[in-house]
């Protein structure tokens, strides 16, 4: 069991939410952070009543370019994980949905894990330990036409964990990139991407194990980790496959299938790893 202090951002839900279930049911003490503190709360509640782990709560809003700093004001001497895990997508032409969503994902997704991560690291490399967990996307490997801005959220994160990673060589600190595919989480929801090819077309993975090949990937100082053999073959053949031809496939995913082609269940591969987990 770890003595190791994990903070996870984006902790209500989600992979978040199963990062947190994970890293407890390894014996971390924990500090869970999310925007709306009645939900963070029952988290909490619930987590440290089934392992009986230290779980702190901070309700924050990461898109407010201060938080990152008052976090660290109130635990970054007692961090010794970081995972950024909180962020958001929109689905739908870049010229048609409102300005706000774009501006909120760069605040969410890229600015407030710089912040976080230059906060935190830098206290990290001078104590002589520590680690960072970055969950990018598979969407960081590939352009993502009708959803242009959150892949290039995620390519941020991508090339910025990657980077660290190599700068953090010859440190005691190691830094790594989860890149999980479709997951069966709100995410699509909340992105109007419900009924898009990406989650009625391509395998989707439990929240639980992305959770736990993060975790594990984490753990052993792995610089990216792709959950899933669809998705690890996935990102090979991107790498290989001419930009513009990515592009067009990326396109094609995103777009809405019949109604009568739609077969994802949202909470379907949740319900059946929770299941899996408890026999």
């Known amino acids: 069991m770890s003595t190791e202090k994990a903070l996870i951002t984006g902790a209500t839900s989600g ?13 971390h003490p924990l500090v869970l952070v999310a925007p709306v503190g009645g939900e963070l709360r029952d988290v909490c509640r619930q987590i440290q009543g089934e392992f009986g782990v230290e779980v702190m709560a901070i309700a924050a809003d990461l898109r407010e370019p201060a938080a990152p700093e ?13 995972v950024n895990n909180a962020g958001h997508g929109q689905k739908g032409a870049f010229w048609d949905y409102p300005m706000d969503e774009d501006i909120s994902m760069l605040r969410l997704n ?13 206290h990290m490399v001078r104590r002589g330990h ?36 190599t700068e953090l060589e010859d440190t005691a600190v190691t830094l ?27 395998p989707v993975m439990a929240p639980q194990d992305v959770a736990r090949e993060g975790y594990d990937g984490l753990m052993s100082g792995d610089r990216v980790v792709v959950p899933g053999a669809a998705n690890k073959a996935m990102v090979f053949s991107r790498r290989v496959l001419p930009e513009s ?31 899996r987990d408890a026999s």
């Open 176 to 202: 790594t990139a989860l890149c999980p595919g479709p997951t069966d989480t709100d995410f699509f929801i909340k992105a109007d991407a419900l009924a898009s090819g990406n989650v009625n077309k391509a």
């Open 130 to 165: 520590g680690r960072v967990l970055n969950v990018a996307s598979v969407a960081g490997f590939v352009p993502g036409p009708g959803m242009a801005t959150y892949h290039a959220t995620k390519a941020f994160v991508l090339s910025l964990s990657e980077s660290l990673a």
């Open 110 to 122: 890229v600015e407030a894990v710089v912040r976080m991560t230059k906060v935190f690291v830098a």
């Open 70 to 82: 008052r976090l660290f004001q109130q635990v970054g001497e007692t961090v010794d994980i970081l």
């Open 245 to 275: 031809v990515q592009a067009k496939w990326q396109e094609q995913m995103v777009a809405d299938v019949p109604p009568d082609k739609q077969r994802y269940h949202r909470g379907e591969k949740e319900a059946e790893a929770e299941a």
């Open 15 to 27: 992979i978040g939410l199963h990062l947190a279930r994970e890293f407890a049911s390894h014996g």
